[in-house]
């Protein structure tokens, strides 16, 4: 079997290091990892299948026998160093905002639309943590009825904003506990700890924020449908891993419960925990390390007509981001795309 050259740009974050977690795990055919980063961190030793790899400094001719680049340190990054991947012959598959909304860039999550990667051109985008778990709960939904309107509203983990809000959250909750009343914030605006922030990112003119906006047009385009209507509100919860989403959807034709859960229950990617009389719902905690998007509380909104509930949580480091690059990387190969 062929063995690839794969670079992690953005080795030492949060994504980072979980991308070369789910590559061992899933013993991605590797020939050579590089992992770079920014001069700070460049030294660095980290470790990948039990042997040793040093960190390299980020520069324009990193990507020389590059075949796959997984880029994971922001958008401007990406902007920047992505376009010098490609000149080398690397395929990028950006976690960044930085191309997502590019006509001529692919927006792929391979349970929903893996059919767009076949018309990359060097770059393929990662969507944003929070609409890859919604996305891929809803389209086998959609797929039985077209859903008209979605209304969500997110409570996402600190690991989404990465290394430092992490330890914010840690260092801030010890203070609280021992008996502080005020605490220092600096990572977010407020206090993370015991509370809970209505902001992520930074807010547009038209009173949402862009991690909201980032929800509406991202599902639109992976869904190949950019007349759904979608309302987003996005919060920050004190919890270390896994986002976890209300998501209230209208469909066109009716889909019964029974069958809501059929679908789902087959779907790839997705798992059914939902028995509510035992207390079974799908929580943070248990999604954390996991692959699956979980989905529970699954009802009838009985205030609109084919209206429904469902309850979405998964590991927003993995499905929503590293997991999902290292499978777009995985359908390449499948597809003889590289
Ligand atoms: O806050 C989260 O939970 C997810 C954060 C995502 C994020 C944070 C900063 C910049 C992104 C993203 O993936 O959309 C970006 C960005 O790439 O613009």
New binding site residues.
């Given amino acids: 079997m062929k063995e690839y050259n794969v670079a992690i740009v953005g080795a030492t974050g949060v994504v980072g290091k979980e991308m070369r977690k789910v590559l061992e795990q899933r013993d991605f055919p590797i020939n050579k990892l590089k992992l770079l980063a920014s001069a700070k961190s460049a030294g660095r030793r980290l470790t990948f299948k039990r042997t040793g790899v040093t960190v390299e400094k980020l520069t324009k001719d990193s990507f020389r026998g590059v075949d796959i680049a997984l880029f994971s340190a922001?958008?401007s990054v990406?902007k920047e160093f992505a376009p010098h991947a490609v000149k080398a012959g690397a395929i990028v598959i950006d976690?960044?905002?930085?191309f997502?909304m590019d006509e001529n860039v692919p927006l792929v999550v391979p349970e929903v639309n893996p059919n767009d990667i076949n018309s990359h051109s060097g770059i393929i985008a990662?969507p944003?943590?929070?609409t890859i778990q919604m996305v891929v709960v809803l389209k086998p939904l959609y797929d039985k009825s077209r859903i008209k309107r979605i209304v969500v509203s997110t409570y996402?983990?600190?690991?989404?904003?990465?290394k430092d809000a992490v330890e914010e959250l840690l260092s801030q909750s010890g203070r609280v506990l021992s008996g502080e009343r005020k605490v220092e914030a600096n990572v977010y605006p407020y206090q993370i700890a015991f509370n809970l922030l209505p902001q992520?990112?930074v807010f547009i003119e038209n009173g949402y924020t862009?991690?909201e906006m980032?929800m509406v047009n991202e599902t639109r385009k992976i869904m190949g449908d950019s007349e759904i209507g979608i309302s987003a509100t996005?919060v920050?919860v004190p919890i270390l891993v896994s986002?976890s989403e209300a998501v209230n959807i209208e469909t066109e034709k009716k889909i019964t419960l029974s069958e809501v859960r059929k679908i789902l229950g087959n779907a790839p990617g997705v798992k059914v925990i939902d028995d509510p009389e035992k207390c079974v719902y799908p929580m943070p905690v248990f999604a954390a390390g996991t692959d699956a998007c979980y989905v529970g509380r699954i009802r009838e909104d009985k205030s609109v007509e084919n209206g429904l509930n469902l309850w979405v949580v998964s590991d927003?480091l993995r499905k929503?981001?590293a997991l999902n690059a290292v499978q777009i990387a995985e359908l390449l190969l499948e597809r003889n795309l590289l």
């Avoid at 996402?156 to 990465?162: E, F, N, P, W």
């Fill in positions: 922001g958008a990406s976690n960044s905002s930085a997502r990662n944003n943590c929070s996402q983990a600190v690991s989404g904003t990465g992520i990112d862009k991690e980032k996005c920050r986002h927003n929503g981001a």
